[in-house]
């Protein structure tokens, strides 16, 4: 009788409480984003998101994918479900918790001493550094960490929602104005490019407009454009993405990926007005050239149909608009867990970002106790106002948009920024296996 009884009480449990089977999710890019807002309500479709500027739409409801496609002015259309929103922050290799209290930190920047000529580059510019803002995309920013005490711009927001990611992170409240770091990540990118106390980023004191699309976890793509959209109606004059993702472009054209084509269209829009976009590369050592980037993506993605003829494309640095960036090592190389592109890509550019090969050689626990890790890792700011060790593509792209803000400051080009992005991809330093290496030094000493 027992089991009897239990056996009707499963049953009736899943016949009375079965959930309802959720409404379907769509990303829609349209080249009249209002007029198919108005369609999609006429069809009883919620829409959740919409970016005007790129005509993105996020709706969900009851309706045939089909139905909505007749809508007039709808370029793509793609179920959420279909889309992998895999976006990371570029994650460092290694990340040594290593806290320095001494009052000299400079000399324990070998990279800063490295494209600045030793300091030499802070005095050649005498401008204003305010007068150039620098958007963090982000996990946000320490607040109250001394080294960026007056620079973060009132006008930052936080797009991470109540819930967060998936509704995965209770402590999210989707305050606008939690710009907070939970993560750790965009205190220390932010330090590189801007850091002014215990040490120095590439432009110390510039003006950081933060926007948080991290907390804990990943981001929704959706987020991250709308930072990029509302850091260029803001003024911004660079905005840097340490983040990013590999995509799937089915036979190899972006027009049949709704995901790389969001990218696209918020990036040329930030180019149109005179923004420039750095953007992160992996750090999976792969080339991004060769299809390394698919091999690697099938091994983790097994289940996923893939044809020959697709490609797989690490975003959004692979967007020509965009300057993707790589790091490279204290030995004068490409860091061998950086991505990279050929060394002839007119928009691909290396900054020091760290490197493993004393971890390789002794292993991690010398490599920790005899502090090697200080010859080949970069020294940065860290949440609870600290400076602690980390190494990363994440890391060299701060920098890239530190040298954007010297060279825009210096030369007063906030309204020419072709010729900002100029100066940075051609006045370089090259390393020992021929990479573009970027150079503030160079940058500000002439051109």
């Not at 970016?51 to 309706?63: F, H, N, P, R, T």
């Not at 494209?115 to 803002?133: H, P």
């Not at 007005?273 to 698919?294: M, Q």
Request: hydrophobic share 30%.
């Amino acid at each position: 009788m027992k089991k009897k009884g239990l056996l009707v009480i499963i049953f009736l449990t899943f016949f009375f409480f079965y959930p309802k089977a959720k409404a379907a999710e769509y990303t829609i890019i349209s080249n009249n984003s209002e007029q198919t807002v108005n369609g999609l309500n006429n069809l009883g479709v919620t829409v959740n998101s919409h970016i005007a500027e790129i005509g993105y739409i996020e709706a969900q409801g009851d309706v045939n994918i089909d139905q909505i496609k007749k809508l007039s002015n709808i370029k793509s259309i793609q179920n959420m479900a279909d889309t992998s929103q895999n976006i990371t922050t570029r994650v460092p290799s290694t990340y040594i918790n290593q806290t320095i209290q001494l009052p000299q930190l400079f000399s324990y920047q070998w990279d800063m001493q490295k494209i600045t000529n030793n300091g030499v580059s802070y005095s050649l510019n005498k401008e204003n550094r305010k007068n150039v803002t620098v958007a963090l995309v982000d996990s946000g920013i320490d607040v109250d960490h001394n080294a960026f005490t007056g620079m973060i711009d009132s006008r930052s927001k936080n797009f991470v929602p109540a819930g967060g990611y998936d509704n995965s992170e209770s402590s999210e409240t989707g305050s606008i104005n939690d710009i907070d770091d939970k993560k750790g990540h965009g205190t220390a990118v932010a330090g590189q490019i801007a850091a002014n106390g215990q040490i120095f980023g590439v432009s110390p004191g510039t003006n950081l407009l933060v926007y948080r699309v991290f907390g804990k976890s990943k981001s929704k793509e959706c987020w991250i454009l709308k930072a990029i959209i509302d850091a260029t109606n803001n003024g911004a004059n660079v905005i840097n993405l340490s983040l990013g993702q590999y995509i799937k472009i089915p036979n190899g054209d972006i027009w049949e990926s709704a995901e790389a084509l969001r990218y696209k269209f918020a990036i040329d829009y930030a180019t149109r007005h005179n923004v420039i976009v750095v953007a992160a590369t992996g750090n999976d050592g792969l080339s991004d050239d060769n299809g390394e980037v698919k091999t690697y993506y099938n091994s983790q993605h097994s289940g996923q149909d893939m044809s020959q003829n697709d490609t797989v494309e690490d975003y959004p640095s692979v967007l020509p608009n965009a300057i993707a960036v790589g790091s490279s090592d204290n030995n004068n190389q490409r860091s061998s867990f950086s991505n990279y592109y050929n060394q002839y890509q007119d928009n691909f550019i290396l900054a020091p970002g760290g490197g493993t090969p004393l971890l390789d050689q002794y292993g991690q626990e010398e490599w920790y106790n005899q502090k090697l890790f200080m010859k080949e890792q970069v020294l940065s700011t860290s949440n609870n106002g600290n400076y602690d060790y980390a190494d990363g593509t994440s890391i060299s792209t701060g920098k890239v948009s530190g040298e954007l803000a010297e060279i825009i400051s210096n030369y007063h080009l906030q309204g020419d920024s072709s010729k900002a992005r100029s100066i940075l991809l051609n006045q370089v330093n090259y390393t020992s296996d021929g990479y573009k290496e970027i150079s503030t030094y160079k940058a500000l000493r002439g051109y």
